[in-house]
């Protein structure tokens, strides 16, 4: 039995309804089981490195010097690891009656007016939306705070997904 669907349908329901409100803007982001389990993958990642790198004191091991590839493997790991953890743990989606704020990592902060909203649609359980002015984002269904989006996703978007032949397509 594959236990990964079970445990992403635990964390799915473990998400609230109901964003985080900060400052006037309501915030989706990932629940706290996310971050929590995606920082324990980094950190069972770093000592499984270091082994793979310089060795165990353990003598009844019997220890090879590691060749290239297996330090490779496990840097590439190591990197899935920092991206998963900085990833649940930074990024986040704010909203209020006028904008949709993009938060990431990964590039700098994108401020969306709800004017530039052309469709949604739902993709793996994932809210994907299709601007005029700056491509496509997803949300998803991992963060608190989905419910309560699509409401206003479904007052502001041009298209409803039921109806839109165009639907959102990230």
Not at 73 to 96: R, V
Not at 99 to 114: D, E, G, M, Q
Request: proline residues 5%; contains cysteine.
């Amino acid at each position: 039995m594959n236990a990964g669907p079970w445990f992403v349908k635990l964390l799915q329901r473990s998400a609230n309804p109901e964003p985080e409100f900060i400052a006037g803007l309501n915030v989706l982001r990932y629940t706290l089981g996310v971050r929590i389990f995606s920082v324990g993958i980094f950190l069972a990642l770093i000592p499984a490195t270091y082994v793979s790198f310089f060795g165990t004191s353990i003598e009844s091991l019997d220890y090879q010097e590691p060749d290239i590839t297996t330090m490779a493997i496990s840097l590439f790991f190591l990197a899935i690891g920092t991206y998963l953890a900085l990833g649940t743990n930074i990024s986040k989606i704010a909203y209020n009656d006028d904008n949709i704020f993009l938060h990431s990592p990964w590039a700098r902060t994108k401020c969306v007016p709800w004017s530039s909203v052309q469709s949604y649609s739902r993709s793996d359980n994932d809210v994907c939306i299709k601007t005029d002015t700056h491509g496509c984002f997803c949300v998803s269904s991992l963060m608190n705070g989905v419910s309560s989006f699509q409401n206003m996703l479904a007052q502001h978007a041009t298209f409803h997904p039921d109806t839109d032949k165009h639907r959102a397509k990230c």
